[in-house]
């Protein structure tokens, strides 16, 4: 592991010190834990922004795209566990 300094302002040094506290971590173990999330969150964030990026250019060269509605329906539905069929791209134009 290599070692960075990190300046933070005072307020903040001690609402890391009680969270960690708390959390039954040093303030070290509680800032790399902090750290590491963040990360995560933004790569999922890239990534969705990728996917998001390939979807509507797939969507425009193929004139086809599901529906919000049904793409709604269709993700509360699975998300609930009940059986759901997947909803079909149908023709669409895009707004110039």
Do not use: C
């Amino acid at each position: 592991m290599t070692a960075t300094s990190l300046k933070i302002p005072e307020d903040l040094k001690r609402r890391i010190e009680r969270l960690a506290e708390a959390a039954n971590k040093t303030p070290h173990a509680f800032m790399i834990d902090v750290l590491s999330q963040e990360a995560q969150r933004a790569e999922l964030r890239e990534r969705f922004a990728e996917d998001a990026a390939i979807s509507e250019k797939e969507a425009m060269e193929s004139g086809k795209a599901v529906p919000v509605g049904a793409a709604f329906d269709y993700l509360e539905a699975r998300a609930a566990g009940k059986p759901a069929r997947r909803p079909r791209a149908r023709a669409w134009r895009a707004s110039k």
